[in-house]
T-cell receptor, first 117, second 115 residues
Framework: SAVISQKPSRDICQRGTSLTIQCQVD?????MFWYRQQPGQSLTLIAT?????????ESGFVIDKFPISRPNLTFSTLTVSNLSPEDSSIYLC??????????????FGEGSRLTVL | AQKVTQAQTEISVVEKEDVTLDCVYE???????LFWYKQPPSGELVFLIR??????QNEISGRYSWNFQKSTSSFNFTITASQVVDSAVYFC????????????FGGGTRVLVKP
């Protein structure tokens, strides 16, 4: 298993500002994933962050709005830019299970709950 | 394209009742994996089970059991003798080998177990 720590756990931000969420893993992992969970909704994949290359974004998500960094194999950040109330969500970092990476099995952090006023 | 449907948005039961959560999936891939995750009020997702497309054996783990039926593209989850601590949102998810094993989640079913 992997232990994933996310910071901040929650934040309240003003419209137009940006928030950077940090994700730290206790082991080296190849792929890290960022998900968004809007209030009362399911999880939607934002992007896949690979170390040493640019993140791969899913349809509907763009780098200008959700820039991602992946400086090493244990750390990643997701920035949510130019915040609007519609960005109020839980943002979750996840990593593939080390010994089951080919199955899609993921471990998740506790999430960062963002509220935009 | 892969899709997961959880038709039940919320289920309310009294403690000790059994509860079954439905999950129906769509995929064109012959190699895929199905998952159930639990999201308690604290927010983190807890992995419960993984099943691959070639293994239709039902599984039981304590009070949890899973029924995988490829003929109906279903992967249902039953909690036997429910407890208050089972109150959570439960997500069914699918990953296809052809899609790089990205997880697609169903809409989730909120289970409320009343004492």
């Amino acid at each position: 298993s992997a232990v994933i720590s996310q910071k901040p756990s929650r934040d309240i931000c003003q419209r137009g500002t940006s928030l950077t969420i940090q994700c730290q893993v206790d082991s080296q992992v190849t792929m890290m994933f960022w998900y968004r969970q809007q209030p009362g909704q399911s999880l939607t994949l934002i992007a896949t962050a690979n170390q040493g290359s640019e993140a791969t974004y899913e349809s509907g998500f763009v780098i200008d709005k959700f820039p991602i960094s992946r400086p090493n194999l244990t750390f990643s950040t997701l920035t949510v830019s130019n915040l609007s109330p519609e960005d109020s969500s839980i943002y979750l970092c996840s990593v593939a299970s080390p010994d089951r990476a080919d199955t899609g099995e993921l471990f998740f952090g506790e999430g960062s709950r963002l509220t935009v006023l | 394209a892969q899709k997961v449907t959880q038709a039940q948005t919320e289920i309310s039961v009294v403690e000790k009742e059994d509860v079954t959560l439905d999950c129906v999936y769509e995929t064109r891939d012959t190699t895929y994996y199905l998952f159930w995750y639990k999201q308690p009020p604290s927010g983190e997702l807890v992995f419960l089970i993984r099943r691959n497309s070639f293994d239709e054996q039902n599984e039981i783990s304590g009070r949890y059991s899973w029924n995988f039926q490829k003929s109906t593209s279903s992967f249902n989850f039953t909690i036997t003798a429910s407890q208050v601590v089972d109150s959570a949102v439960y997500f069914c998810a699918l990953s296809e080998a052809a899609a790089g094993n990205k997880l697609t989640f169903g809409g989730g079913t909120r289970v409320l177990v009343k004492p």
